[in-house]
């Protein structure tokens, strides 16, 4: 089992910026793949972004690409989300998620996720 803590939500205005790092422990897999989704409210969860724990591959959704970074760190578990020039259309509940494997935007395909961290851009 995994375990996936997520931190540096918050607001900001739009143009901003914000870092999101999710701290996993427990059973990592290495050899999967760490993702970063977010639900607004009454919206289905969307993919935002995803990275390879062994080859640092990653994948982006078109509405963040160029604006938003992912990385990880392997000796530290930890991976990140670099946001930059955050729209309002940005605010959401974001969560970190776990898969094991080669997995991609499919929230299915995640078997693990941390509680989530609140990110609100205002205009």
């Known amino acids: 089992q995994v375990q996936l803590v997520e931190s540096g939500g918050g607001l900001v205005q739009a143009g901003g910026s914000l870092r999101l790092s999710c701290a996993a422990s427990g059973r990592t897999f290495r050899t999967g793949t760490m993702g970063w989704f977010r639900q607004a409210p009454g919206k289905e969860r969307e993919f935002v972004a995803r990275i390879t724990w062994s080859s640092g591959i990653t994948y982006y959704a078109d509405s963040v690409k160029g604006r938003f970074t992912i990385s990880r760190d392997n000796a530290k578990n930890t991976v990140w989300l670099q946001m930059n020039s955050l729209k309002p259309e940005d605010t959401a509940v974001y969560y970190c998620?776990?898969?094991?494997?080669?997995?991609?935007?499919?929230?299915?395909?995640?078997?693990?996720w941390g509680q989530g961290t609140q990110v609100t851009v205002s205009s």
């Open positions: 998620a776990a898969g094991s494997g080669v997995v991609y935007s499919r929230f299915q395909d995640y078997a693990n």
